[in-house]
């Protein structure tokens, strides 16, 4: 059977919607609402709509944001299951959470990383300052974190990972790391295998 690319970037479009909000809506159900406002659990719809409409600025723009914390999250979580214990401290989505929320978090996790990383290939368009978009919405997210500081948001106070240490203007630091060293390059060599 012919893969068509049209039919299966319409599925990944809807189903990461439609599954970021049956995720949201558990955690809303089990009294954990407030993880609405990280990253992994609301950017899957924002790339959905993204992948709907074919706008590679705002696929490869927030899948830029999220790859690499992405990426170790769900390296996090294959070690988790097969070994009980994680590398860069994400058990904290595991420990306390039913089954169900610990499935959730896994499938949403790993279908959009890999729905998104696919997408950006099939819809195949170069865009330059894709990363502006991740970086603008990177920033509104920021924001949260500075409304309600105790919940940390995305990590954007303090360090999330037990390798970095907090110091003093992490948060200026950690943007502008994440920016140069992540985002841009990773924008960047995405752009080199696009053809259009």
């Excluded at 978009?133 to 954007?156: T, V």
Aim: aromatic share 22%; net charge positive; glycine share 8%.
């Amino acid at each position: 059977m012919k893969f068509n690319h049209e039919t299966f970037l319409n599925f990944s479009g809807w189903f990461l919607i439609l599954f970021s909000v049956l995720n949201i809506s558990f955690k809303i159900y089990y009294g954990f609402g407030d993880e609405v406002l990280w990253l992994c659990n609301n950017a899957p719809i924002i790339i959905g709509v993204g992948i709907l409409f074919r706008n590679q600025k705002i696929v490869l723009g927030i899948f830029s944001l999220l790859f690499v914390g992405s990426l170790g999250w769900n390296f996090d979580a294959f070690s988790f299951l097969v070994f009980g214990e994680t590398f860069f401290g994400a058990d904290g989505s595991f420990l306390g959470r039913n089954l169900t929320l610990q499935v959730l978090t896994i499938l949403n996790h790993s279908s959009t990383f890999l729905l998104s990383f696919i997408s950006i290939f099939l819809i195949n368009k170069k865009e330059k300052f894709a990363w502006v978009y991740g970086l603008i919405y990177g920033l509104i997210l920021a924001g949260f974190s500075f409304l309600f500081p105790e919940k940390n948001y995305n990590c954007i106070l303090e360090s999330c990972v037990d390798l970095i240490p907090t110091f003093k203007f992490y948060t200026l630091v950690y943007i502008g790391f994440y920016l140069g060293i992540f985002m841009i390059p990773f924008n960047w060599i995405i752009n080199k295998f696009m053809k259009k």
